[in-house]
């Protein structure tokens, strides 16, 4: 696995862990599609921000995200596939995040990311 689009889950962990908003939305490009477990569409980095700033502020307050990048595969040049599951603990919600991810000049970031919680209810 690529250790370079492996990171960019490393470092969303680090920013959840600080109720970083701003440091957890750095690792997506400024133009991303984000849909959230709620079926939410989020277009762009700084709206990805803005709600994960309310989440880290209430619901998700000192919470950690342990993710796990189970597949990375190669699309084309420079883009690539990444399905990653993520904990939310102590809360125990477990989702399954589906990714492309974009090299560009300044290195990897995620360009489109699709979020749900597997067989179970979003919250």
């Not at 997506?28 to 990805?48: C, L």
């Not at 000192?62 to 596939?81: C, I, M, N, S, Y």
Request: glycine fraction near 10%.
């Amino acid at each position: 696995m690529n250790p370079h689009i492996v990171e960019l889950w490393g470092i969303m962990a680090k920013g959840w862990a600080a109720g970083d908003a701003h440091a957890f939305a750095s690792v997506f490009a400024a133009d991303v599609e984000f849909v959230t477990v709620r079926g939410e569409e989020h277009h762009g980095r700084e709206a990805v921000e803005g709600s994960h700033a309310t989440l880290f502020a209430t619901t998700y307050n000192r919470t950690l995200l342990k993710p796990e990048v189970r597949l990375v595969r190669e699309l084309a040049d420079g883009f690539a596939l990444v399905h990653a599951l993520s904990t939310v603990y102590p809360v125990g919600i477990t989702t399954h995040a589906q990714a492309l991810v974009r090299c560009g000049p300044n290195g990897w970031s995620i360009v489109a990311f699709h979020n749900m919680i597997p067989g179970g209810t979003p919250r």
